[in-house]
């Protein structure tokens, strides 16, 4: 069975803290993503990622940063987490290209306080 | 920026009725998808749909991929509770490789009993 695992499935953080956000897939996928969702605003992607050490900018990069250092692993760093980046976080996984399935880890609920 | 509209963004009907849900764009697709997502999960797919006027069923669902790419359609029959959730559709660009798929903002479907 397919499998996209996000670290946590909640999280509360403090402002100004550096916040990790771990993906791992195991289905040897070449293409990575991290979106987050808001109410009335959909899916925005933030990065993602092709290849490893490969990283592209999505819609929404301001405030993020990413890691891809293995194939199966892809991390959300956020610099210095800020109260609007409270949000459900998503990662996913596909092969190339683009227009195959993508397969959506369960979501992490991130709130900044 | 390429956008995919979805419409309507909420619904709210009886078991039983039917429903469809839009997807359209100014811009050409070379596949879409639709995907559903329950409360605090990620999206599941559904479906692809890649030939312009290519038509899929699903069950009670039907799904339509318009003649020019640009737009598509989802239709339930005789709605059931469990068809409540956030439907989303999601376009992968034509000619743009290395893109992600663009994802339009869902219809939030809600079937009372």
């Known amino acids: 069975d397919v499998k996209v695992t996000q670290s946590s499935r909640y999280l509360v953080k403090r402002t100004g803290e550096k916040v990790f956000l771990e993906c791992v897939q195991d289905m040897d996928h070449e293409n990575m993503f991290w979106y987050r969702q808001d109410p009335g605003l959909g899916l925005r992607l933030i990065y993602f990622s092709y290849d490893v050490k490969m990283k592209e900018k999505g819609d929404i990069p301001e405030g993020y940063s990413v890691s891809r250092e293995k194939k199966e692993r892809f991390s959300l760093i956020l610099e210095s987490a800020s109260t609007n980046q409270t949000s459900m976080y998503l990662c996913?996984?596909?092969?190339?290209?683009?227009?195959?399935?993508?397969?959506f880890g369960q979501g992490t609920r991130l709130t900044v306080v | 920026t390429q956008l995919l509209e979805q419409s309507p963004q909420f619904l709210s009907i009886q078991e039983g009725e039917n429903l469809t849900v839009y997807c359209n764009s100014s811009?050409?697709?070379?596949?879409l998808q639709w995907y559903r997502q329950e409360p605090g999960e990620g999206p599941v797919l559904l479906v692809t749909v890649v030939t312009g006027g290519e038509v899929k069923k699903l069950k009670r669902l039907t799904f339509q991929f318009g003649d020019a790419r640009k737009d598509s359609s989802l239709h339930i029959t005789a709605a059931q509770t469990g068809d409540t959730g956030l439907y989303l559709c999601a376009g992968a660009p034509a000619n743009q490789a290395g893109t992600a798929l663009i994802f339009g903002k869902g219809t939030t479907l809600s079937v009372s009993s």
């Open positions: 811009s050409v697709f070379s596949s």
């Open positions: 996913a996984s596909s092969l190339v290209p683009v227009n195959t399935e993508a397969f």
